[in-house]
């Protein structure tokens, strides 16, 4: 079954740095990679994500890269702010229908902005 | 608003006891699923259901059971508790019936433990 890897565990950044989460997934018939964003006590919740016929997707301060060859995808943040602390959790589906539309998630990514 | 409703916030059962987590959606989704929480472990897949009365094993089904009798439910089943199911659980659900994957709606989670 598909097995997702995310690194690192752990994320300090200054206010105003780059931050980049990365994920590697094992099957390759993936076609969609999600990534959502828990902040403390409350829900994960969907900020961007990525289908197989595109590299690159962006959202204002962030983006995602997809290398399908490689099986990683990565989330960028630019510029960031203290609100953009919290856990980030990677995710890759098949979603072709009926029982591939399972998602499976990365261990999460704690980032911590300090101002 | 979109809606997914878990049916406790907090539940304290004792071992052995049988345990029901409820998870309601007003969104008449077809796809639905139960992950489990762990600190360092990230979202695990327990179970995950496509139509009513279809149920998929996800990556740790072991211990657990559910149900989906209407479009709008999903139980999820603890047959005999034990002390390594205290977790956060997260019910979720998503449209799409085919390749078109869209963003997991989750309920607030349920805290079960297990004493």
């Known amino acids: 079954g598909e097995n997702v890897e995310q690194h690192p565990s752990t994320l300090s950044v200054q206010e105003g740095d780059s931050a980049v989460i990365k994920c590697t997934y094992s099957d390759s018939a993936s076609n969609y990679f999600p990534w959502y964003k828990q902040e403390l006590g409350k829900r994960p919740q969907l900020i961007i994500d990525?289908?197989?016929?595109?590299g690159e997707k962006k959202d204002q301060r962030i983006a995602v890269t997809l290398n399908k060859t490689a099986k990683h995808f990565s989330l960028h943040i630019t510029e960031t702010q203290p609100e953009d602390s919290a856990v980030y959790f990677c995710?890759?589906?098949?979603?072709?229908?009926?029982?591939?539309?399972?998602?499976?998630f990365g261990t999460g990514t704690l980032l911590a902005v300090q101002p | 608003d979109v809606k997914v409703t878990q049916s406790s916030r907090y539940l304290v059962k004792r071992t052995g006891e049988k345990v029901f987590l409820e998870c309601v959606q007003d969104m008449d989704h077809e796809n639905m699923f139960w992950y489990r929480q762990d600190p360092g472990l990230g979202l695990r897949l327990i179970y995950f259901s496509y139509d009513v009365k279809m149920k998929e094993k996800g990556d740790i089904p072991e211990g657990y059971s559910v149900s989906r009798e209407k479009k709008e439910r999903f139980s999820l089943i603890l047959e005999s508790a034990s002390t390594n199911q205290t977790s956060m659980y997260l019910c979720a659900s998503y449209s799409g019936t085919g390749v078109r994957y869209e963003k997991l709606f989750f309920g607030s989670g349920t805290q079960l433990s297990v004493l």
């Open positions: 990525i289908r197989s016929n595109v």
């Open positions: 995710a890759a589906s098949m979603g072709y229908g009926g029982a591939t539309n399972k998602l499976i």
